[in-house]
Nanobody, 128 residues
Framework: QVQLVESGGGLVQAGESLRLSCAAS????????LGWFRQAPGKEREFVAG????????MYTDSVKGRFTISRDNAKNTVYLQMNSLKPEDTAVYYC?????????????????????WGQGTQVTVSS
């Protein structure tokens, strides 16, 4: 497992942008595929974006396609979530997650149960 710490959350108005960062420590970061999830009050945690081990494949939930971008910098052991054109419905606690894998370097996972390391979460609030 790796230890993950998110940052970059905050309060913004609709239409503005935020960039979340997630710094990893511990085991080799490059051997992990990565994901961002979010959980709004009273709702289940949902998949937002995923990135393969080699950075060559990404997946997004439909509601964020074209607005959010996930990326990684293995040299800095950091994964990012660039969020543009934010909407009030994006309000949630955002979590980064990592999963060590020895499978295809292009695989992406969308289920929370498939990840074995989690950050503590960062609050994103979008006002209308």
């Amino acid at each position: 497992q790796v230890q993950l710490v998110e940052s970059g959350g905050g309060l913004v108005q609709a239409g503005e942008s935020l960039r979340l960062s997630c710094a990893a420590s511990g085991r080799t970061f490059s051997g992990h595929l990565l994901g961002w999830f979010r959980q709004a009050p009273g709702k289940e945690r949902e998949f937002v974006a995923g990135l393969s081990r080699n950075g060559g494949s990404t997946m997004y939930t439909d509601s964020v396609k074209g607005r959010f971008t996930i990326s990684r910098d293995n040299a800095k052991n950091t994964v990012y979530l660039q969020m543009n054109s934010l909407k009030p419905e994006d309000t949630a606690v955002y979590y980064c997650a990592a999963a060590q894998t020895f499978g295809s370097p292009l695989s992406v996972r969308t289920r929370a149960s498939e990840y074995d390391s989690w950050g503590q979460g960062t609050q994103v609030t979008v006002s209308s």
